[in-house]
């Protein structure tokens, strides 16, 4: 079981940063990989960035490369997103799942056995 839970939503300027943060628990969450994903309403729920809790291997989506950063810090239990030039289809609710898959399916979120329940970002001047 892991459990997944995001705060750092909010509103944000464009050309603006942003955090979001991701507190993880569990009895086997340090076997999983932990992405971060996003839905915009009347999408798809897509891929942003993911990284290996074990070893802390990281893949980014192209289309955030260079303005969003995933890290964690395994002290806290905590993954991050750092999001900076923000635009504002970066608009969405992003989410944070858990997933043991191979690096090659880490953008699939058919994968992912757990997320945690949202957390709404709005890009807006």
């Known amino acids: 079981q892991v459990q997944l839970v995001e705060s750092g939503g909010g509103l944000v300027f464009p050309g603006g940063s942003l955090g979001l943060s991701c507190g993880v628990s569990g009895s086997t969450f340090r076997t999983y990989t932990m992405g971060w994903f996003r839905q915009a309403p009347g999408k798809e729920r897509e891929f942003v960035a993911a990284?290996?809790?074990?070893?802390?291997?990281?893949r980014t989506a192209d289309i955030v490369r260079g303005r969003f950063t995933i890290s964690k810090d395994s002290a806290k239990n905590m993954v991050y997103l750092q999001m900076n030039n923000v635009k504002p289809e970066d608009t969405a609710v992003y989410y944070c799942?858990?997933?043991?898959?191979?690096?090659?399916?880490?953008?699939?979120?058919?994968?992912?056995?757990?997320w945690g329940q949202g957390t709404q970002v709005t890009v807006s001047s």
């Open positions: 799942g858990a997933t043991r898959v191979v690096f090659s399916s880490w953008h699939d979120s058919q994968y992912y056995n757990y």
């Open positions: 990284i290996r809790w074990s070893g802390g291997t990281t």
